[in-house]
């Protein structure tokens, strides 16, 4: 990462394979455009070191497919797409990390259990 994200690192890594699928919601992006998203929603400038592991992680577990696209003038380039695996991941994992944020609301609030 070289721009700093706006939450702690740990978090961020924590949170990446969701927001990789949730930056593919809108459609096919190849590898830099996934990371300009990341980075223009507060997750730092990914490097490719750290962008790609979990872009080839996704699609062996279903999330994204990726194809070859002929490049304008340039060299191909691989794009990504959201599978419908991907984004029942996405609505599931997402409601947890809310439930998670009300949790800790919950308990940061003073209440007590039983």
Do not use: C
């Not at 459609?27 to 223009?40: F, N, P, S, T």
């Not at 994992?93 to 308990?107: K, V, Y």
């Amino acid at each position: 990462m070289t721009d700093p994200p706006r939450w702690p690192t740990p978090w961020v890594r924590a949170a990446l394979d969701l927001a990789v699928l949730a930056s593919l919601v809108d459609g096919r992006l190849h590898g830099y455009a996934i990371a300009q998203a990341l980075a223009e929603h507060g997750f730092g400038l990914l490097k490719g070191g750290s962008l790609y592991p979990v872009l080839n992680r996704l699609e062996e577990a279903g999330d994204v497919e990726a194809a070859w696209t002929e490049g304008r003038g340039g060299p191909g380039r691989r794009e990504y797409a959201l599978t419908a695996a991907g984004r029942d991941r996405l609505e599931r994992e997402l409601g947890s990390w809310r439930e998670l944020g009300e949790t800790l609301t919950t308990m940061s609030r003073g209440t007590t259990h039983g």
